[in-house]
């Protein structure tokens, strides 16, 4: 089968994505054992989809509803000629550190980050429920305690306070030390991203 052939058979990736490579892109099950090889770009590109346009992904994760991919992208190639200048190995594809809130996966607002940087900005909504960021309710001691996490594995308690206010406001000013140690020891964008973000609960 010639690769016109072949491309012309691909489906769309979620409805929206066109996957134009001229080559075998992901593995496949031959007799129920995974054989071949993955191709990283083709792997980070399916991931981005699957987080704007999967249903499933988004009942797991609901605050990725509403994302989306801009036009260029939903090209495999386009996102593949990006990425391959981009410094993206061991890294995660980030979409609002540079403009924070955004939702638009775009070569102007994404970029690649290390994982510690990501998960710095973990919202933990639903382990948390209805306490504000950083907080949680001790119903033993009828406080309101903090742990601040520094993004690679270390929680630091800060004490219990009176009300959820009074414990977020002390998660923000640590978590801001925090942000501003790495920020320090980054290099642009990122380093001015994170010195200017906004902790939003």
């Known amino acids: 089968m010639g690769i016109k052939s072949s491309l012309s058979k691909r489906k769309l990736i979620f409805g929206v994505g066109i996957n134009d490579a001229d080559y075998v892109t992901s593995r496949k099950r031959v007799k129920g054992v995974t054989v071949g090889p993955e191709c990283p770009y083709y792997k980070r590109w399916f991931g981005m989809l699957s987080r704007c346009y999967s249903e499933n992904f988004h009942e797991r994760f609901p605050t990725y509803s509403g994302c989306s991919v801009c036009g260029d992208w ?14 993206w190995q061991g890294k995660h594809l980030d979409k609002d550190i540079l403009l924070q809130g955004n939702k638009v996966y775009s070569p102007e607002t994404c970029i690649f980050i ?27 001691r009828k406080k309101y305690v903090v742990r601040c996490w520094d993004g690679q594995g270390e929680y630091t308690y800060l004490g219990g306070y009176t009300t959820d206010i009074e414990a977020h406001e002390e998660y923000c000013k640590y978590k801001y030390k925090i942000i501003k140690r790495i920020a320090e020891c980054q290099e642009e964008p990122v380093k001015s991203a994170l010195l200017k973000y906004k902790i939003i609960d």
Do not use: H, V
């Not at 939903?74 to 410094?87: A, I, P, R, V």
């Not at 998960?119 to 907080?135: I, P, Y």
């Open 74 to 87: 939903l090209y495999f190639s386009k996102f593949k000629g990006w990425m391959e200048n981009q410094d």
């Open 114 to 140: 290390p994982s510690y940087i990501n998960n710095l900005f973990l919202n933990s909504r639903a382990k948390r429920g209805d306490c504000k960021l950083g907080t949680s309710y001790d119903k033993s």
